[in-house]
C-alpha cells in the first residue's frame, strides 16, 4: 500500500492530463449517441423516402399573389396528417397493434412530433395571414416535413407491429385489445362493459403508452352508448368518485 502512495506523490502531476483525457472521452461517447440517433433516423428517411415523399406542392403564380386557393390547399394537407395521426392517437385498440406510434422512446415517434409543433406552431389563426410570401413559403414546408416524418414513422411502426414485445407481453396486449372491443360492445351489460375497460387499463400498465386523449375519446363513445347516455357517466368517472366526462 505504501509503495501505492509513493507512486502517487511521485506522478501526482499526470491527474490533470488524464482527466482531460477522461472528460474529452465522456464527451465524445455523448456526441457518438446524439450522432447515432440522428442517423438512425436519417437512414429511415433514406429507407422510406422515395416511397413516402410527397409529390411537391403546386408553386404560386408570384410570391405576392398567393391565392385563397394555395392556402385551403395547403390547409387541407395539413388537416390530412393531422387526420391520419388522430386516427392513432384516439384509437386505443389502434396503439395496442402499433405502439410505436404512442413511444417517445423511438427516435422516430419523437421526430414526427418535433416536426407536428413545429407546422402547428406556424399556423396561422387566420388563414389570409398566409398571403404572406415568407409566411406562406415557411409553413408549406414545415407541412412538408410533417407529412414525411409522419409517413416514416407510421412505415416503421406498421414493419414492427408488437416484435418487440416478448410472446407473453404480446399475449397480454391481445387480451387488452379484446378487453377494449368488449367495452365498445352494445351488446355486452353497462357492469360488462365497465369491467372490461378497467381490466383492459390495468392490463396495459407498463407496456404501451395510451395518450390521455384516447382514454377520454374511448370513456366517452362508451359513455355515449351506454343506457341513460348523453347523461351517463363513463366508467373511469364512475370509479373515480363521480367526475362528469365533457362531452365532445
Known amino acids: 500500500m505504501d509503495q501505492f502512495w509513493q507512486f502517487v506523490g511521485s506522478f501526482w502531476w499526470l491527474i490533470f492530463p488524464l482527466g482531460g483525457v477522461i ?45 385563397d386557393a394555395d392556402v385551403q390547399r395547403l390547409l387541407a394537407e395539413h388537416d390530412e396528417v393531422r387526420r391520419r395521426w388522430l386516427s392513432y392517437e384516439l384509437n386505443v385498440a389502434k396503439l395496442i397493434d402499433y405502439p410505436m406510434m404512442s413511444d417517445m422512446r423511438e427516435p422516430l415517434t419523437v421526430e414526427f412530433h418535433r416536426a407536428r409543433r413545429n407546422a402547428d406552431g406556424l399556423r396561422p389563426a387566420n388563414p389570409k395571414d398566409l398571403r404572406d410570401a415568407d409566411r406562406f413559403v415557411a409553413y408549406r414546408t414545415a407541412v412538408q416535413d410533417l407529412a414525411v416524418a409522419f409517413d416514416v414513422a407510421e412505415r416503421e411502426a406498421r414493419r414492427r407491429r408488437t416484435s418487440d414485445f416478448t410472446d407473453t407481453e404480446r399475449e397480454v396486449l391481445g387480451r387488452a385489445k379484446h378487453l377494449i372491443a368488449l367495452a365498445e360492445d352494445r351488446g355486452a351489460s353497462r357492469e360488462e362493459r365497465q369491467t372490461a375497460y378497467r381490466r383492459a387499463m390495468r392490463e396495459l400498465e407498463g407496456l404501451i403508452v395510451v395518450p390521455e386523449e384516447a382514454t377520454e375519446a374511448l370513456e366517452q363513445r362508451i359513455a355515449g352508448q351506454l343506457p341513460g347516455a348523453p347523461g351517463a357517466r363513463s366508467p373511469e368517472n364512475d370509479e373515480r368518485g363521480g367526475r362528469e366526462t365533457p362531452h365532445a
Open 23 to 67: 472528460g474529452g472521452g465522456i464527451k465524445g461517447l455523448q456526441e457518438w449517441d446524439e450522432r447515432r440517433r440522428r442517423d438512425k433516423i436519417e437512414l429511415a428517411r433514406i429507407k422510406y423516402g422515395q416511397a413516402t415523399q410527397a409529390p411537391p406542392a403546386p408553386r404560386p403564380a408570384a410570391f405576392g399573389r398567393i391565392t
